[in-house]
């Protein structure tokens, strides 16, 4: 009996261990013949246990949190282009990082929605998902399956506290100095006396750098909100100013987390001044209305940039000084296709355009641009799947503190943008609000003439990351 109990065991033993370690199709069925997981990518999954290696932060998981930004970036891109009417300008990276020091606090379900919502990245492992039933109610019936494995808290915010010190640390030029301008600060503003987890507060400051700043929402709603202001009108160079309005913040804020972010930096190749002249930049009035013009100053340059084309749209990739950073412009090649084309901005499309970049000599006709966004996230986000965080009744944000249970009143989020002859200037700042319950050289020049409705963005290249993204639609 004992020969055959143990004959009996190691057979399952090497079932299992060929189930775990080989790739392929289902794994496991219930009796009735529920098929519970099925080949390819699958949801995170918060059940499984997270891998057992030690928390990494070198430059593959900097490199896995910048596409996860990236990924957001192109999500949120697509809400909003269908929201908000003309001109569009937001910082995906401020917003993603707003919200990454906010998920340090969630937990359950809510933890759950945000990682996914904000495409945080996943780990794939080979082996058998937690299944329904118990002991006998389920076979074996193939091999292991991919499982999406997202990754654990201390894993995810070291992560983004590397790709947030490459950002802080800018190449020098040849004059020892900075070759450009770009900042990026958090902070913390919480209620006086309010009994928040110190093993919130340190994952925050460890990896964002942002202290925990007492304030008095109770007692001095106003003084808070103009301290908060003042902060981020100082990270952006004045460029952002009232980011948080009178109304957002009152008696019952407990917590508001913000992100600013600033970068100037002249162009590699200037623009001559002398070279700028006016000319008729068009755009539909409408959908299906007849074209309308209005004069604006074109700045122009026959230099070698970044190229590519498809059948439908252009696309040039202009360097900053030294390189680290760029502007990507995506024109459509009519007029009126801008909205056809947005269609087409995802993640996956983003990364294969950008990959077919080759050295070109562009005849470049850019207009000159300057205009700044204001909006509200709360109902954006909710629609691409964050509704516990927002909800007063479900929001778990327990991980933040002891006493009662905070939830996501608003998430506010204000851009600036200026494009010149010398180069750009661009700034933007995001507070989320927590409140109690209650190539080889061309014969001929490739012509980019940049007259009519485009999509730009400004990334870092040596991280990949979108800093900056909108769209032109009019620039007066």
């Given at each position: 009996?004992?020969?055959?109990?143990?004959?009996?065991?190691?057979?399952?033993?090497?079932?299992?261990?060929?189930?775990?370690?080989?790739?392929?199709?289902?794994?496991?069925?219930?009796?009735?013949?529920?098929?519970?997981?099925?080949?390819?990518?699958?949801?995170?999954?918060?059940?499984?246990?997270?891998?057992?290696?030690?928390?990494?932060?070198?430059?593959?998981?900097?490199?896995?949190?910048?596409?996860?930004?990236?990924?957001?970036?192109?999500?949120?891109?697509?809400?909003?282009?269908?929201?908000?009417?003309?001109?569009?300008?937001?910082?995906?990276?401020?917003?993603?990082?707003?919200?990454?020091?906010?998920?340090?606090?969630?937990?359950?379900?809510?933890?759950?929605?945000?990682?996914?919502?904000?495409?945080?990245?996943?780990?794939?492992?080979?082996?058998?998902?937690?299944?329904?039933?118990?002991?006998?109610?389920?076979?074996?019936?193939?091999?292991?399956?991919?499982?999406?494995?997202?990754?654990?808290?201390?894993?995810?915010?070291?992560?983004?506290?590397?790709?947030?010190?490459?950002?802080?640390?800018?190449?020098?030029?040849?004059?020892?100095?900075?070759?450009?301008?770009?900042?990026?600060?958090?902070?913390?503003?919480?209620?006086?006396?309010?009994?928040?987890?110190?093993?919130?507060?340190?994952?925050?400051?460890?990896?964002?750098?942002?202290?925990?700043?007492?304030?008095?929402?109770?007692?001095?709603?106003?003084?808070?909100?103009?301290?908060?202001?003042?902060?981020?009108?100082?990270?952006?160079?004045?460029?952002?100013?009232?980011?948080?309005?009178?109304?957002?913040?009152?008696?019952?804020?407990?917590?508001?987390?913000?992100?600013?972010?600033?970068?100037?930096?002249?162009?590699?190749?200037?623009?001559?001044?002398?070279?700028?002249?006016?000319?008729?930049?068009?755009?539909?009035?409408?959908?299906?209305?007849?074209?309308?013009?209005?004069?604006?100053?074109?700045?122009?340059?026959?230099?070698?940039?970044?190229?590519?084309?498809?059948?439908?749209?252009?696309?040039?990739?202009?360097?900053?000084?030294?390189?680290?950073?760029?502007?990507?412009?995506?024109?459509?090649?009519?007029?009126?296709?801008?909205?056809?084309?947005?269609?087409?901005?995802?993640?996956?499309?983003?990364?294969?355009?950008?990959?077919?970049?080759?050295?070109?000599?562009?005849?470049?006709?850019?207009?000159?641009?300057?205009?700044a966004s204001q909006f509200g996230l709360a109902d954006t986000l909710k629609k691409m799947g964050m509704t516990d965080a927002f909800s007063p009744t479900t929001a778990d944000f327990s991980g933040m503190t002891t006493a009662d249970k905070l939830f996501i009143s608003a998430v506010i989020h204000k851009a600036f943008v200026?494009?010149?002859?010398?180069?750009?200037?661009?700034?933007?700042?995001?507070?989320?609000?927590?409140?109690?319950?209650?190539?080889?050289?061309?014969?001929?020049?490739?012509?980019?003439?940049?007259?009519?409705?485009?999509?730009?963005?400004?990334?870092?290249?040596?991280?990949?990351?979108?800093?900056?993204?909108?769209?032109?639609?009019?620039?007066?």
């Open positions: 009996m004992k020969v055959m109990y143990w004959i009996v065991t190691g057979f399952l033993a090497a079932v299992a261990f060929q189930a775990m370690a080989t790739p392929g199709g289902p794994v496991i069925v219930t009796e009735d013949g529920e098929v519970l997981t099925a080949r390819g990518s699958r949801p995170p999954h918060f059940d499984v246990a997270p891998p057992k290696e030690a928390p990494s932060t070198g430059e593959k998981d900097l490199a896995a949190v910048a596409k996860s930004g990236n990924a957001f970036a192109t999500d949120l891109y697509a809400k909003l282009a269908g929201k908000e009417k003309g001109n569009l300008f937001f910082s995906p990276a401020s917003i993603h990082t707003a919200l990454a020091m906010t998920y340090a606090g969630a937990r359950g379900n809510t933890e759950k929605q945000m990682y996914t919502t904000l495409r945080f990245p996943i780990d794939m492992r080979y082996g058998s998902p937690p299944v329904k039933g118990e002991g006998m109610n389920m076979r074996i019936t193939g091999r292991a399956i991919p499982i999406s494995v997202p990754w654990p808290q201390d894993r995810l915010h070291p992560a983004f506290g590397a790709l947030i010190k490459k950002l802080n640390t800018p190449r020098k030029g040849h004059d020892g100095k900075p070759a450009y301008q770009l900042v990026v600060a958090n902070a913390l503003w919480g209620q006086k006396g309010y009994p928040f987890k110190e093993e919130f507060t340190k994952t925050i400051k460890a990896n964002y750098d942002a202290g925990l700043e007492e304030v008095d929402y109770v007692k001095a709603t106003e003084a808070s909100r103009k301290r908060i202001n003042a902060w981020v009108e100082k990270k952006t160079k004045q460029k952002i100013k009232d980011l948080i309005p009178r109304d957002a913040v009152n008696g019952l804020t407990r917590l508001v987390l913000t992100n600013a972010i600033y970068f100037k930096s002249n162009w590699g190749e200037k623009f001559e001044k002398g070279a700028t002249r006016e000319g008729d930049f068009r755009f539909p009035a409408r959908e299906g209305e007849m074209m309308m013009a209005v004069r604006v100053p074109f700045m122009h340059q026959q230099k070698r940039h970044g190229y590519m084309e498809t059948d439908t749209f252009q696309a040039v990739d202009i360097l900053y000084r030294r390189g680290d950073l760029s502007m990507t412009i995506f024109l459509p090649k009519k007029v009126a296709d801008l909205a056809a084309f947005e269609k087409t901005l995802t993640a996956k499309n983003l990364t294969k355009w950008l990959g077919q970049f080759k050295r070109e000599t562009v005849k470049l006709t850019l207009p000159r641009f300057k205009f200026a494009v010149d002859e010398e180069g750009t200037e661009a700034a933007a700042a995001t507070a989320v609000i927590m409140t109690l319950r209650a190539a080889p050289q061309p014969q001929q020049p490739k012509v980019f003439k940049a007259d009519h409705p485009f999509v730009f963005m400004i990334r870092h290249r040596a991280t990949g990351s979108i800093l900056f993204m909108g769209r032109v639609m009019n620039p007066k």
